[in-house]
């Protein structure tokens, strides 16, 4: 079992920058792969980033490729989104997750958290 609380929203104007949060507990997080999804209102829940056990590979969606940054510290049980150049389209709700299997696809993760706002104004 594992348990995720995200942190870091807020309100940006565009062009800004965020850094996302989101602290673990449960003694398989490391053993976990991370993503971070988004849900914008009226849209389904998207992918936005993945990264491996030991944070050796990233994966992106091509929407936020080159802007955003998925990171972890499996020492504080931590994993970090580093937003930059925000845009008005990335307003959504932001949910960090885990699981166990390399994937974009949001039934392949067995966690989640209950989301942090971000609101980018233009």
């Known amino acids: 079992q594992v348990q995720l609380v995200e942190s870091g929203g807020g309100l940006v104007q565009a062009g800004g920058s965020l850094r996302l949060s989101c602290a673990a507990s449960?003694?398989?997080?490391?053993?976990?792969?991370v993503g971070w999804f988004r849900q914008a209102p009226e849209r389904e829940r998207e992918f936005v980033a993945t990264?491996?056990?030991?944070?050796?590979?990233?994966a992106y969606a091509d929407s936020v490729k080159g802007r955003f940054t998925i990171s972890r510290d499996n020492a504080k049980s931590m994993v970090y989104l580093q937003m930059n150049s925000l845009k008005p389209e990335d307003t959504a709700v932001y949910y960090c997750t885990s699981g166990f299997s390399w994937s974009s696809r949001r039934s392949d993760y067995n966690y989640w958290g209950q989301g942090t706002q971000v609101t980018v104004s233009s």
């Open positions: 990264i491996t056990r030991s944070g050796g590979s990233t």
């Open positions: 449960g003694r398989t997080f490391s053993s976990q792969i």
